[in-house]
């Protein structure tokens, strides 16, 4: 039978549990628990957590997760399992693989703000960016999703982003890119099949379909926010839709130049359509 506990102090640990609340030090191994409530320092070798709630600092060495959601430090040795796992700090991993990660908490308006490392080897079907976070560790994310800010010295590669939030990389490769523009921006090259960097967003399909742990509503706040002119230095794409951009080049099959863009040249395949409140120098068929 699974049982509950309390624990003040150093305490370790084995077995099955429903739901233990700790405060201090706990030392866990070779243990199933549904529920974990803790305030303090604990390590868990080879377990199995369904739902952690923490704040302090965790070390563990094949850990599986449910739900995640903590405030401190992280260090995971081995291969690391989790469905959501939300954190706020830094976080070291071997190996770490969700269904959905998230850097910083919920409440859009809280005081607290994250600048924290991610070290190691990162995996998610969808990475949710609520922080100040570099993006430089090794990650393989097959969903983006910015509110916050990301840098990156390296190239991003992904099959969807969406950034509601500042973006300063090299390079982005993504089938879908959504980039709302914004002056602090810098984006080098962006290379996809659909192309949207506009003051504009439309909650569709595509985006509702995204595993994510946090509803529209968390991102109507900031994608309200007035726009200001991005600098890209190319846009390469099958479609292509920008205002707000200042660009060397713009490359794609069908292309539409919104208000408020400056470029350089822009080079087409089938269509293009350029708004009067838009400023291109040189227009080319290919």
Partial sequence: ??????????????????KIMTIGELDIEDSNILKLYSIGEFSIKNSFIKKLRMIGEIKGENVSFDNVNMIGEIDLKGETKADVFVFFGNVKADYLCCRVLRNNIKKSNSKLKSNGKMLGV???????NFASTNLDCEVEFKNIINKGIIFSLNSIECERLYSFGEI??????????Y???????????INGSNIVISHKFKNNNSFKSLPKSLDFVHYKNIISKP?????????????????????????????IIGDLCLIDRVEYSKSIKISPKAVVNEVVKL
């Fill in 168 to 177: 300063v990389v090299d390079e982005i490769f993504a089938d879908y890119v």
């Fill in 1 to 18: 039978m699974k049982r509950n506990l309390l624990t003040i102090g150093n305490r370790s640990i084995w077995g099955e549990y429903n």
């Fill in 122 to 128: 990162f995996k998610a079907e969808t990475y949710e």
């Fill in 179 to 189: 980039i709302k523009p914004y002056d602090v921006s810098k984006v080098n090259n």
């Fill in 227 to 255: 726009s200001s002119i991005m600098n890209v230095n190319s846009i390469e794409g099958d479609r292509i839709r920008i205002d707000h951009i200042n660009a060397d080049l713009i490359c794609g099959g069908e292309v």
